[in-house]
């Protein structure tokens, strides 16, 4: 495993981090039992991932918990999240700190090290910064967060219009982004900022279905080729031919690891066969430029579409 800064944290951190939400929720989703999850994720720390990202939306926390469990503490860095309350709720501010205590406690685990407002929309900018950031920050120096964290609504904002108002703010130590091959534009509007303010920076939708499932890649080719986002007959064949990647999901991964300001890149499964070929695949070294230079060409300017 390669190990890299959290931005300015103070964090150091696997350059992979296992999501433990996403489609797969840890295998959870597909009704895999809570043994195959731990497992799973015992699986990641003994490759060298020390990166969890879990939330208390999707129902990982505990086994999160469990697999820490018995692991020095300060071998793993546990990030998790909460919604944000409703801005009329009479005491917000109170809501976010029980769901603090509620996560440290399903967590198994006296502090957090990122806790991040979960899936923050543009229109509840404001809400984040004027309201839960303060509370977050209280918590952070009271030490039961070592880092306070934001994380975008990738769907309803492909473009990164909250990280970009959010980043010129002091509040947020890190932040979460969408970012794969199909819409790489935190490259211009995101990763800059992070860089220039050592903010730490996590990739999700590295892959997610479009970059998983040849039928759904497929279909998405054809809608974006309908909305006149990629040239007629674009297709991905140049990244598997003439020992470019193995697959798809491998050169998707690699795509991420690579790009400058991803600190983490999270990979979300499972599947333990999965995961591994995940690690191995960040640990390639970077497409090749010609390979770099056509995704460029092809999805360069594109910033309405997440992949998923
Ligand atoms: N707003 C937010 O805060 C937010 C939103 C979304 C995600 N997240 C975080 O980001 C993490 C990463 O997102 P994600 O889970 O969508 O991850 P991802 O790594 O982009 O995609 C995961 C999908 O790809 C499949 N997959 C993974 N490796 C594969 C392989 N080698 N071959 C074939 N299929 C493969 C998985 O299915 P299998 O189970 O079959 O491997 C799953 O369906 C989440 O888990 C979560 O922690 C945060």
């Not at 499932?213 to 974006?224: D, F, N, T, V, Y």
Request: hydrophobic share 40%.
């Amino acid at each position: 495993m390669n190990y890299t800064n959290l931005g300015n944290t103070g964090l150091r951190v696997s350059v992979v981090g296992l999501g433990c939400g996403g489609p797969s929720r840890l295998g959870q989703r597909a009704g895999k039992g809570t043994d195959h999850s731990v497992r799973l994720v015992r699986k990641a720390l003994d490759l060298g991932v020390n990166f969890l990202d879990t939330a208390e939306n999707y129902g990982t926390e505990e086994i999160v918990g469990a697999a820490i469990r018995g692991v020095p503490r300060d071998r793993v860095v546990v990030s998790t999240k909460k919604i944000m309350p409703e801005p009329g709720e009479a005491d917000p501010a109170g809501t976010m700190r029980a769901g603090v205590e509620a996560s440290l406690k399903r967590l198994g685990t006296d502090y957090v090290d990122v806790f991040h407002l979960h899936g923050v929309g543009d229109a509840r900018y404001r809400f984040a910064a004027d309201v839960m950031a303060p509370v977050l920050t209280e918590l952070r120096e009271a030490g039961k967060i070592r880092a306070v964290g934001i994380t975008e609504e990738f769907p309803a904002n492909p473009r990164h219009e909250m990280l970009q108002r959010g980043l010129q703010d002091p509040w947020w130590d890190v932040i979460m982004v969408g970012f794969n091959l199909l819409n790489p534009s935190a490259r211009r509007s995101v990763f800059p900022l992070t860089l220039e303010k050592g903010v730490g920076t996590l990739v999700m939708f590295a892959v997610r279905r479009a970059l998983s499932q040849p039928a759904s890649l497929e279909k998405l080719l054809r809608e974006m080729e309908q909305r006149g986002l990629v040239e007629p007959g674009a297709d991905l064949g140049f990244l598997t031919e003439n020992g470019c990647a193995g697959n798809l999901t491998e050169a998707a991964y690699r795509f991420c690891v690579h790009e400058p300001g991803a600190d983490v890149v999270l990979t979300g499964t499972g599947d333990e066969e999965h995961l591994e070929a995940n690690i191995a695949a960040a640990l390639e070294p970077p497409l090749p430029p010609a390979a770099l230079e056509r995704l460029v060409a092809l999805f360069g300017e594109v910033d309405s579409v997440t992949g998923n």
